[in-house]
């Protein structure tokens, strides 16, 4: 898991300055004869509930208005803010946390008033047991109308553990002034639901109807998340903001912890800027006509700062139009100080006022302890109509320089050979080797060559990496592999079970999900080598090495030789693979279902300007691709009886037989049909209620029931999140959710209904690590789950967009890659099919132990695969490439074993 440095969120401050315009409540009263705990200054009368939630926000009293902040009361929260936590939604309520709530203020440095909350909970979770430490304290400061928070995390177990944190029920006012809303969901609709967006749109202006997003730099901002709740409908209440940490592993003894700041400032209408020390506003916004315009600056300080003198000037198009008068202000918190300018404005178009603090003479970078990128304040101002293309205020870049390039490494990577002209290294199929990396120069050739084991079935991935000596590169460089011979035994793998490819690359202008990911070329793409190739002589180019052991194929010791030609002569590479003697599951032993969303051949091809195409060639690829890694295809079949008895033959076969009745009663999926090819337990129909809210059990009830009456042998899967089940107990077979291992799970379990694992791509960006999600694939087996739903993995994206970025992240959803007329696999692909196979290494030695056990019983050679495949962190091992590869040798080694003695 990728470290993640402690996060401050000043979109939190942001929505409580605008919280001011909730109708006027009536003033706090409340005390400790209702348990409620006060810290307040001259501005703020905070109350605190330690009894709820280690100490929930109840009440924010904002003494110069007289207007009281509440928070909504979705999910039973009734206060301003909320701490929770990704080990259960109400962990602190708990029999088993132990509480230690504060009892007392405590008076700090500068008159701060602190109130500290903290409890202990211990218990178990998914099969694993926690103690957790919660630590949080509240501090008020004299002269300040803003709260700040440190909240703390700490691991007391004796294991790493995984903590996600995040802040709950931030109430966000919405209606004709302002909204804080993601980019694209627009002023009083509701959020389309879960969604990443730019953490720099949190700061905006509103003119109308027209809503502008200015910027602000949160580069420890990880994601945000958008909720409604069901009868907050129409524009009755307003939106409640999440605010997600990334999930961490919290070591023994390890901490997370974080500050953010919750503040009020005075009302004010058309706020254009917002910041930690305050909420700014200008009149208009909006202007009809060039020429002489004036405009009226308010400022509502949430800091004080005292004397401050303000300069700036008019911009557009990053270029000064006229600067602005100098003004001197005091900037007091509760204070509120107007401003007026008079402006000359040449054309119609999109303009900036640009005000810079100066404090003592030194200029104040406004937002510095929250890390902000613009230090300055920067009002967006539109004057009759826009350019075409243009906007009213660009958004911020996330840094102060441009976005970090990839910058080659020295990979010291095994050498498989050496001559004048190249080097040829061996790398792991999860590790990216960039184009700017070079190879260390000290690595010693390995007379060996390449050695690997794999069962029959299964599929090996070979990346060689090529890099010439010289500037003048390589010419005609050509790959080919003898047949793979066994030694002493008539055995051979064919050469039509060899795939060969160039590694391509991927260019990514933006970092996905807006985290530390460089930019530039990231190796993908794998094009089928068909004819000699020209390499570069300033890059390394990889090549890509796919070979299967037959079903067929017995156990022993295969070889073989790498022919590497070129114009200046040719290198050999030995090549050693040793076949188990076990094979892979037919089918497949976890079921899957690759969708196809947002694929149109037609559309995708003439985004690659192409009007002349094979689109059902380019189907069958699709089918092929999906069947050759595993996989299941989803959209793009036609699941016809004769279709389906076709893919049973082809390589292992698949795994499901989704939505087959959805276009009539029973289509052709008869329960004669199904029985006659044996096709029944693989049936389901996808409920048509997708991710559906708990609002909707009734129609999905209904629905289910009147399946169920007329399709009984067809089983039903159903996506939905929500912990309100029992309705559909009994109907639902097959629950597609996320990664969960709970008292429910194991009851529906032991019901005899199924758990697919959901939305697994959203993982598997370009940049993403490999490794981490190849080891979803443990903790697939690990939570017991038998399935998963890809939602997509062949989604083109705009070519016009060549990040092809999707949720966020580059390439999601691109697993298989488009070129001129077909598609090609990508290394993410690959790594997929990678971590299916590490599944069913997992369900051969469950397999292998029980069958071992009724003929043997138990003893030292059982108990220890028996402990692998129990395990329920053993994705935890998958810490590097050469744990997992130790890991998958062992339960190999384990599964021959059992079979051998067994017999």
């Known amino acids: 898991m990728r470290s993640r440095r402690a996060l401050y969120t000043p979109v939190i401050l942001s929505i409580l300055l605008f919280a001011l315009f909730i109708p006027r409540g009536i003033p706090a009263t409340k005390n400790d004869s209702v348990g409620h705990l006060l810290i307040e200054n001259e501005f703020l009368r905070v109350s605190i509930d330690p009894k709820q939630d280690f100490g929930t926000l109840r009440s924010f009293f904002n003494k110069m208005t007289g207007k009281e902040l509440s928070c ?51 218990g178990e979770i998914k099969g694993s047991d926690y103690d957790f430490l919660f630590e949080v304290k509240y501090s008020l400061k004299a002269g300040e109308s803003r709260l700040r928070v440190d909240w703390k995390i700490s691991n007391l177990a004796g294991e790493s553990r995984p903590v996600s944190a995040w802040l709950h029920g931030i109430m966000l006012q919405r209606g004709k002034f302002y909204t804080v809303v993601p980019e694209g969901f627009g002023d009083g609709r509701r959020p389309r639901g879960n969604g990443f967006f730019s953490p720099v749109t949190n700061w905006m202006a509103n003119t109308g109807e027209q809503t502008y997003f200015t910027a602000v730099e949160l580069s420890k901002v990880h994601e945000y998340y958008m909720w409604t709740d069901s009868e907050f409908s129409g524009s009755k209440l307003p939106y409640t903001l999440e605010v997600i940490y990334q999930q961490e592993y919290l070591p023994p003894g390890g901490t997370w912890q974080t500050t953010f700041f919750l503040g009020m400032a005075l009302p004010l209408p058309n706020v254009a800027f917002a910041c930690p020390e305050a909420a700014i506003a200008m009149e208009p916004l909006l202007a009809e006509k060039t020429g002489p315009q004036d405009v009226s600056i308010s400022i509502a300080p949430v800091k004080t700062l005292g004397a401050v003198r303000l300069e700036g000037n008019l911009r557009r198009k990053g270029q000064s139009i006229m600067p602005l008068a100098p003004r001197r202000i005091n900037w007091q918190a509760g204070q509120m100080e107007s401003i007026r300018y008079s402006l000359q404005v040449p054309e119609e178009g999109a303009y900036q006022l640009e005000l810079n603090i100066y404090q003592e003479g030194e200029q104040y970078p406004l937002g510095n302890e929250i890390g902000a990128y613009r230090r300055y304040i920067e009002i967006p101002l539109q004057v009759g109509k826009l350019a075409e293309g243009e906007e009213v205020l660009p958004p911020w870049p996330r840094t102060e320089i441009k976005a970090r390039n990839i910058v080659g490494r020295l990979l010291k990577l095994p050498l498989l050979a050496e001559d004048e002209h190249m080097r040829i290294g061996l790398a792991h199929p999860t590790e990216r080797v960039f184009r700017e990396d070079t190879l260390h120069s000290e690595a010693q050739v390995q007379s060996a060559g390449i050695e690997k084991a794999l069962a029959a079935g299964e599929w ?139 694929f149109n051949i037609k559309a995708q091809m003439q985004q690659l300007g192409l009007e002349e195409y094979n689109a059902a060639e380019i189907r069958e690829q699709f089918i092929r691709l999906c069947l050759d890694y595993g996989f299941n295809p989803g959209h793009g079949a036609r699941y016809t009886e004769e279709e389906v008895k076709t893919w049973e033959t082809y390589n292992r076969g698949f795994t499901v037989l989704p939505n087959i009745g959805v276009k009539g009663s029973h289509g052709w999926a008869t329960q004669k049909t199904l029985q006659k090819h044996g096709w029944e337990q ?59 291992r709970d008292s429910w799970t194991r009851e529906r379990m032991q019901a005899g209904d199924e758990f697919w694992r959901v939305n697994a791509p959203l993982i598997w960006g370009v940049e993403d690590n490999l490794l981490e999600g190849r080891a979803d694939y443990w903790k697939i087996w690990s939570h017991e789950y038998t399935g998963q739903l890809l939602w997509s993995v062949i989604a083109w994206g705009n070519k016009t967009r060549p990040d092809y970025r999707g949720l966020g992240s580059n390439a999601l959803a691109l697993n298989l890659f488009p070129i001129p007329n077909g598609v090609v696999p990508t290394i993410r692909w690959e790594n997929m099919r990678d971590g299916l196979e590490d599944y069913e290494y997992f369900y051969l030695l469950k397999k292998f132990t029980l069958a071992y056990e009724a003929r043997a019983g138990q003893d030292e050679l059982s108990r220890g695969a028996r402990a692998l495949w129990t395990d329920p962190e053993v994705h935890i091992r998958c810490q590097s490439r050469e744990a997992l590869e130790l890991l998958r040798m062992e339960i190999a080694r384990l599964c021959e074993q059992l079979q051998e003695h067994g017999k």
């Open 72 to 122: 909504t009361t979705i999910n039973n929260i009734d206060g301003a803010a909320a701490l929770r936590t990704g080990l259960g939604r109400r962990l602190w309520r708990h029999p088993n946390a132990h509480q230690f709530l504060a009892k007392k203020e405590e008076e700090g440095p500068e008159h701060t008033q602190i109130l500290r909350s903290s409890f202990r909970w211990t």
């Open 460 to 598: 090996e991935s070979i990346p060689i990496v090529v890099f010439p000596k010289n500037r003048q590169g390589l010419s005609n460089v050509w790959l080919t592999i003898s047949p793979l011979r066994q030694e002493g035994r008539k055995g051979i793998i064919p050469q039509n079970h060899f795939r060969l490819y160039r590694v391509a690359s991927l260019y990514t202008k933006q970092a996905s999900r807006f985290l530390d990911y460089p930019v530039g070329h990231y190796p993908d793409p794998l094009y089928p080598l068909k004819y000699p190739q020209d390499l570069s002589g300033d890059r390394n180019t990889v090549f890509w090495l796919n070979i299967q052991a037959p079903l067929t194929a017995e156990a022993g010791l295969y070889t073989g030789t790498i022919h590497l030609q070129y114009h200046e002569g040719s290198i050999e590479i030995p090549l050693k693979l040793r076949v188990w003697n076990f094979r892979l599951p037919s089918p497949p032993a976890l079921k899957t279902w690759a969708g196809a969303v947002g």
């Open 682 to 740: 693989k049936a389901y129909i996808y409920a048509p209620f997708d991710e559906h809210s708990k609002e909707a059990m009734p129609d999905v009830v209904r629905w289910a029931q009147d399946w169920r009456r007329d399709n009984p042998h067809i089983k039903i899967l159903d996506v939905y999140y929500g912990s309100y089940t029992e309705p559909l107990h009994g109907l639902v077979d097959v629950w597609c959710r996320d990664l969960q």
